[in-house]
């Protein structure tokens, strides 16, 4: 099974409705992230949180909400999907400290028409 | 967190060595470099990071210039799986672990 898991891998869904990403991990970290990706581009950091109380703001927040469920499941929300939020979605983990590296999941293909 | 500049692309034949560049001149002592690389369709997958000194592991190098202000990421024999984008990272040493990507280089293979 993989270290990271998102689920679903792929979903179409309709502008202005809420959908949810899901990501788990079973790595024991307690630093978990969400990235949003482009065409082209490189991966963009919408919110991360450090433990479950902990929730922070990437670059690109907005139109995004999250909840940190428990320390090994971290999901990402758009609460009315609009077309411009059409990207690959990655969730990473990683511990704390300065010799870390950062595990991610395979990605959510997310289409909104 | 600094900036990092990587060429768009490169190219390689393969088992022959690859020599990935990055420019990284507002790095701050405390600053950690990061390599990152995606396989199609792909997570991102950790390759190796150092902070002064060049670092070996298995998968690849990394060459630190002396003044920290660029480096080098070299896959001493390129296999067709190599090819991905490979992103440069720059991370600030401390509890905040926020990687940033940049667009990285995009590294084909040819047979």
């Known amino acids: 099974d993989a270290d990271v898991t998102q689920t679903p891998r792929n979903r179409i869904t309709k502008t202005g409705k809420r959908i949810m990403l899901e990501c788990s991990q079973t790595?024991?970290?307690?630093?978990m992230y969400w990235y949003r990706q482009d065409p082209g581009l490189g991966l963009r950091l919408i919110y991360y949180?450090?433990?479950?109380?902990?929730?922070n703001k990437g670059e690109i927040s907005d139109g995004y909400s999250v909840s940190r469920q428990a320390q090994a499941k971290f999901s990402l929300s758009l609460e009315s999907a609009i077309p411009n939020q059409t990207a690959l979605y990655f969730c990473a983990t990683s511990t704390g400290g300065v010799n870390t590296e950062a595990f991610f999941g395979q990605g959510t293909r997310l289409t909104v028409v | 967190d600094a900036k990092t500049t990587q060429p768009n692309s490169m190219e390689s034949n393969e088992e022959e060595p690859v020599h990935l560049p990055c420019n990284h001149s507002t790095i701050s002592g405390t600053d950690y470099i990061h390599w990152y690389r995606q396989l199609p369709s792909q997570g991102p997958e950790y390759v190796i990071h150092g902070l002064t000194s060049n670092v070996n592991n298995r998968m690849a190098s990394l060459a630190i210039a002396e003044d920290r202000k660029s480096s080098t990421l070299i896959l001493h024999r390129a296999t067709l799986r190599d090819a991905a984008v490979y992103y440069c990272?720059?991370?600030?040493?401390?509890?905040?672990?926020?990687?940033?990507f940049g667009k990285g280089t995009l590294l084909t293979v040819n047979p």
């Open positions: 990272i720059l991370r600030r040493g401390g509890s905040n672990y926020k990687l940033t």
């Open positions: 949180s450090f433990d479950v109380k902990d929730i």
């Open positions: 790595k024991g970290h307690d630093r």
